[in-house]
């Protein structure tokens, strides 16, 4: 006896266009959900970076009489790197004292090949301008930083050391004489990690001036180009490096010396930008600012 086999009936092309049509309609109602958290765990590791560096700033206070790093100086003392930074200051405190003490006898903290390590807590996730937290035209060359010091309130004093014979540097407040008090007050704000069009990299480790194009301060001799507004969705390419700007599409992220970290969006006028900046201009800032 014969048995009648079924036919089993497939896609036609027009079915297989309508399934196709689907899934690409779902791709592109899921994507921006799936950027959104992507983004939102950045900004929340952005956030821990910055707390931590706020949390490194007073612990160094508490080690040093009190005293704010600065944002740049010569430790002339033995076991010191010599020549060092406002970023490399910090690093026993951010648990990475292995690499500020690698630098010791080299006379400054890039020394002994430290120029190129990346520390991962100054790189904010959604910067993409840098090739594994190195300059992209120098991938194995200096390291990078997301993130910039306050020069008006890191800025150092230069005074003579008559133990050591030598002039010597310190920070330029306490952290408990803050003019403007510690909650009124910038400690570290955004910025891109390298500008394309300008060549220029902000590097944690070395101290040169912005005008450089190799800075870790985001104010200069000049003064003005610190209170400039920041870039607010700005793209890499379109980038000024004496802007705080940063990956996140519609605000930065800034720490304030009290160690919160808060947005900071295109609503913020340019007085309350400057009052926050400047420790010592006498203004406290609103609420919402």
Not at 247 to 259: A, E, F, N, R, W
């Amino acid at each position: 006896m014969f048995r009648m086999l079924k036919r089993v009936r497939g896609f036609t092309l027009i079915e297989l266009l309508v399934v196709i049509a689907i899934i690409a309609i779902l791709i592109g109602l899921l994507l921006p959900a799936v950027q959104k958290v992507r983004e939102a765990a950045a900004r929340m590791t952005c956030s821990n970076n910055l707390k931590q560096m706020g949390l490194a700033i007073h612990n160094y206070a508490g080690a040093n009489q009190d005293r704010l790093p600065p944002a740049e100086s010569y430790l002339g003392q033995q076991n010191t790197p010599g020549w060092t930074t406002l970023h490399a200051e910090l690093l026993p405190y951010i648990e990475q004292d292995n690499v500020y003490r690698a630098s010791f006898g080299s006379g400054a903290t890039w020394g002994n090949g430290q120029h190129a390590t990346v520390i991962k807590t100054y790189l904010c996730p959604s910067d993409s301008t840098h090739t594994n937290g190195r300059r992209p035209s120098d991938p194995t060359g200096w390291a990078c930083t997301s993130y910039s010091g306050n020069y008006y309130l890191f800025w150092k004093d230069y005074y003579y050391n008559g133990t050591k014979g030598k002039y010597d540097t310190l920070g330029r407040y306490l952290i408990g004489n803050i003019p403007d008090g510690n909650a009124n007050t910038i400690a570290f704000v955004e910025r891109y990690a390298y500008y394309p069009v300008y060549g220029w990299a902000p590097l944690w480790n070395h101290p040169n001036g912005v005008h450089h194009g190799l800075s870790h301060s985001w104010s200069t001799n000049y003064g003005v180009f610190g209170l400039y507004l920041p870039q607010f969705g700005i793209k890499p390419n379109s980038a000024h490096p004496y802007y705080p700007n940063s990956g996140h599409p519609t605000s930065i992220q800034v720490l304030l010396m009290d160690g919160s970290v808060r947005p900071v969006n295109n609503g913020v006028t340019q007085t309350n930008w400057n009052n926050a900046i400047q420790p010592d201009d006498g203004q406290v800032l609103p609420g919402n600012w």
